[in-house]
């Protein structure tokens, strides 16, 4: 069938489609603008949907491969494929821009072409670094992310938004540059972008450390891991909802996918090596971050904080080199980008309200907004782990099999859980309980678009925390190649 042999093509580049049509459509009819950038959204998701029910996850290769020549000249392809590793964040990445389009149907009121064009941009650009297997078609789309996240941020966004958006653009374009030193370094020597090409090649020992450093220094930027965080605070912070939504649920876990796509199959030695390294710095994030948290009074910073404690967990888990804790951290890495995007979503339910994002200026919502307040719990919940939730099983695995390989690491991580809890409750007792704020006693309830985009989450939330396997297939096989290289 045409549409499977080309699927990866079609989830790509559709919703170019929407993208000439809103460019056609007058400005001034919003309503058609929106209704495009959700139905091109929601077919695109649909096509994800079929990729995934169409994967064979006993099959550790790369699957719905398109491969043809491209620039010539340097020898590079137009090469897709997925795998076990990259499959569940494709209809992820639809997904989140589907309900980023739904949260902020009434909330975006200047510009309203321009920003549905940014978040299908966003969404090529994303779902081509999860598919390309050319280093210099991955380093495109890679960069191409940057241009409507650096819109989105600075002309949608807070006060401080263009303080925000350049730091957010000026470290990762920083950390991208060595990338693409060592991708050129790569292609001198051996004459090929070709990803499965360059697998399994001799380095010098020196050679294979400053490669994986190069590469290493782009993702960590990108996940974020400490001390190189401090971009994220005040991108999320300063971003609109959707904004937040997309770096929390997408973005930030491509770092962690270069890990295990390129770092960790391309530079073995080297990332054995640098693994004490890095299992370090995942402590300190995984606690730092927790301590952070208590310290904020402003919701989306609290948040974005926490974004840096979670995705140390993910680090942890795949420097474990350990088959439990690595099919943990991409597990882990599906549902921070559930939990903590929907946590931003709540966030820009109030604060479309409101207009506030201090947490002492709330207080008493779970009686003007009951509904609202549960659906809050249940992400609260799944952010600090309880068990029949996606976090905890995540958390789990990865503590688990992290044990197994390093004791210390495990002992001091397994903290940041007991610090998670306390901020996450802290946070929902001051906003949700406590006397009615004057501040929120007339807040109207949740809108239809907003309960529409919340719903999927909490779905979500459960299918995976009572479900795990359903997920866990899909990666086993990959997980098991990728770490022969570690034996």
């Not at 390294?277 to 926490?306: M, N």
């Amino acid at each position: 069938m045409d549409l499977l042999n080309n699927l990866l093509s079609w989830i790509l580049w559709f919703p170019l489609i929407g993208i000439v049509i809103i460019f056609l459509i007058n400005r001034t009819n919003e309503k058609a603008i929106k209704w495009v950038a959700l139905i091109t959204i929601l077919i695109d998701f649909i096509l994800s949907l079929i990729l995934l029910l169409n994967f064979n996850f006993s099959d550790p290769g790369f699957q719905f491969v398109e491969k043809k020549k491209w620039l010539d000249f340097l020898n590079s392809y137009y090469f897709l494929g997925v795998d076990g590793i990259s499959i569940l964040f494709i209809p992820l990445t639809t997904l989140t821009t589907l309900l980023c389009i739904l949260i902020s149907w009434n909330s975006i009121k200047k510009k309203v072409k321009e920003f549905h064009l940014a978040l299908l941009f966003t969404n090529i650009s994303i779902v081509g670094t999860l598919c390309a297997l050319d280093l210099l078609l991955f380093y495109i789309f890679w960069e191409a992310m940057l241009i409507p996240m650096y819109l989105i941020i600075g002309i949608w966004g807070g006060p401080r938004r263009i303080y925000a958006t350049l730091k957010f653009f000026l470290y990762t374009f920083f950390g991208s540059v060595f990338m693409l030193i060592a991708i050129i370094y790569l292609y001198i020597k051996f004459g090929t972008f070709d990803y499965t090409l360059l697998l399994n090649k001799g380095y010098s020992f020196g050679i294979e450390k400053l490669l994986f450093l190069a590469f290493a220094l782009a993702f960590a930027i990108k996940i974020p891991m400490w001390p190189v965080h401090t971009w994220l605070p005040d991108a999320h912070t300063e971003a609109p909802t959707a904004g937040s939504v997309i770096l929390a649920g997408i973005l930030i876990k491509l770092g962690a996918y270069g890990f295990l796509r390129f770092v960790l199959p391309m530079f073995p030695h080297a990332s054995a090596y640098f693994t004490p390294l890095i299992l370090t710095l995942s402590v300190i994030a995984i606690i730092y971050g927790g301590l952070a948290c208590l310290a904020q009074e402003d919701l989306k910073r609290l948040i974005a904080y926490s974004s840096v404690s979670h995705m140390g967990f993910v680090t942890l888990g795949i420097f474990s080199l350990n088959p439990i804790a690595m099919k943990g951290a991409i597990l882990q890495m599906i549902n921070h980008g559930i939990v903590t995007g929907a946590l931003f979503m709540c966030v820009g339910v109030v604060y479309d309200r409101t207009h506030s994002r201090a947490i002492n200026y709330y207080g008493g919502l779970a009686t003007t907004m009951p509904l609202y307040a549960a659906l809050f719990m249940i992400f609260t919940l799944a952010s600090i782990g309880l068990p029949g939730t996606n976090g905890f099983i995540g958390e789990f695995l990865i503590l688990a099999g992290t044990f197994l390989s390093n004791k210390i690491a495990t002992t001091f991580a397994a903290l940041g859980v007991i610090i998670g809890a306390g901020y996450m409750l802290w946070l929902y007792q001051r906003v949700f309980f406590q006397k009615v704020s004057p501040n929120v006693k007339n807040l109207p309830p949740l809108k239809t678009n907003e309960l529409v985009a919340l719903i999927p989450m909490v779905i979500l939330v459960f299918l995976i925390g009572l479900y795990p396997n359903l997920f866990l297939d899909f990666m086993k096989t990959s997980v098991a190649n990728l770490l022969m290289n570690f034996k």
